[in-house]
């Protein structure tokens, strides 16, 4: 599949380090450090493939493509996640707004934000940084 190997078996990086030598500089800034890639500029923003998206910090299973959806926006958007067990969500009140922060339950990376501006059924748009996912291709 990768750089990582999926499951409990895989041992996570613990410190910075660490996660700077598995990462690169961008997925480090974004995963760890929670910031945010430019609109229009990632991998993902208008892929249209079949397949499922992992966290790229640790290879859990985030999202799948049959519930991505082109939001205008410029990042990949999806209504739902495909395995819920695997993300969290959490308030975030930086840079003076109210928000709800998406991170991986496994590795704890950031990975974007949910809004409820998104098409149905479920009404939610999860905003979510390309350098934060990786691609697998359906077989």
């Not at 910031?35 to 290879?59: I, L, P, Q, S």
Request: glycine content about 12%; aromatic content about 10%.
């Amino acid at each position: 599949m990768g750089r990582y190997r999926v499951g409990m078996e895989t041992k996570l990086p613990t410190t910075d380090e660490e996660w700077r030598r598995r990462l690169t500089p961008e997925q480090f800034e974004v995963l760890r450090k929670k910031g945010t890639e430019r609109a229009f500029t990632g991998r993902y923003w208008n892929k249209h493939d079949d397949g499922v998206y992992r966290c790229a910090g640790c290879g859990a299973v985030l999202f799948e493509s049959d519930t991505k959806f082109d939001s205008g926006t410029g990042w990949p958007s999806f209504t739902e996640p495909g395995n819920r067990e695997n993300v969290d969500l959490h308030r975030d009140t930086s840079y003076g707004m109210i928000r709800t922060e998406v991170t991986c339950r496994r590795c704890g990376g950031h990975l974007g934000h949910v809004f409820d501006d998104g098409p149905g059924p479920t009404g939610d748009r999860y905003c979510i940084n390309s350098c934060a996912l990786d691609f697998e291709p359906r077989s």
